[in-house]
């Protein structure tokens, strides 16, 4: 089953625009990450943020985690058409066997227009 | 450091035949994880191994799948009399853990496409 929800479902920009991906989710968590996958491709990973932190940066990308609310947001500035792809949230649960295990959003499709 | 690998990249198979996918992950990576992905939707989680013992089978993983990493390295999995609702994307993922915390990034191969007719 799904862990959580992302919005929007697409996301339509022009080149040089900031993209907004939102993702929430239900059961404690220990860590959440943001993946990218291109068009039938496996995914890459772009960003690991902490149950305890708040907020991450990484390159143009930038992270932030609101553990009360259960939501994270994902914020890509000066999106390139490269950029384009499908983006992940994925939650990882802490505790026993379960540790490592992710459970994945069903995505955001950015598209990037030059 | 050539990433994790899986093989074939794309299947296609008759209802009722089996088959069997081959995932080798990064080198030095313990952790090894199998996922399936649906067209639009998020990869689902399968299993998972730590060195050769298989940890945690989802409730999604019937009968007619098994998963093996005999050596602590490569792995494959095996869908025997397979149905059209199998088709999917079957990715795998390797990672390492270091001491008593497992680093959590999980590093993703270019996936199989299974294509059940």
């Known amino acids: 089953s799904q862990q959580g929800e992302e919005d929007p479902q697409a996301l339509s920009i022009q080149e040089g625009e900031n993209a907004t991906m939102n993702c929430s989710y239900k059961?404690?968590?220990?860590?959440l990450q943001w993946y990218r996958q291109n068009s039938g491709r496996g995914l890459v990973h772009l960003i690991l943020?902490?149950?305890?932190?708040r907020e991450k940066h990484s390159g143009r990308l930038r992270v932030t985690l609101d553990t009360s609310k259960k939501s994270s947001s994902l914020l890509i500035t000066a999106s390139r058409a490269a950029d384009t792809a499908s983006y992940f949230c994925a939650t990882g649960v802490g505790g026993g066997t379960s540790y490592g295990k992710l459970t994945f959003g069903q995505g955001t499709i950015l598209t990037v227009h030059p | 450091d050539t990433g994790v690998s899986q093989n074939p990249r794309h299947k296609i198979t008759k209802r009722g035949q089996n088959v069997t996918f081959r995932c080798d992950p990064i080198s030095e990576h313990n952790r090894l994880y199998w996922y399936r992905q649906t067209l639009g939707q998020g990869p689902e989680f399968l299993t998972y191994?730590?060195?050769?013992?298989?940890?945690?089978k989802s409730r999604l993983l019937s009968d007619r799948f098994s998963a093996e990493r005999p050596k602590g390295s490569f792995s494959t999995l095996e869908i025997q009399r397979t149905e059209q609702g199998d088709s999917a994307m079957y990715l795998c993922a390797s990672s390492t853990s270091s001491g008593s915390i497992p680093l959590d990034t999980q590093y993703f191969g270019p996936g199989t496409r299974l294509t059940v007719l």
């Open positions: 943020i902490r149950s305890n932190e």
């Open positions: 059961t404690s968590i220990n860590n």
């Open positions: 191994f730590q060195n050769e013992a298989q940890l945690e």
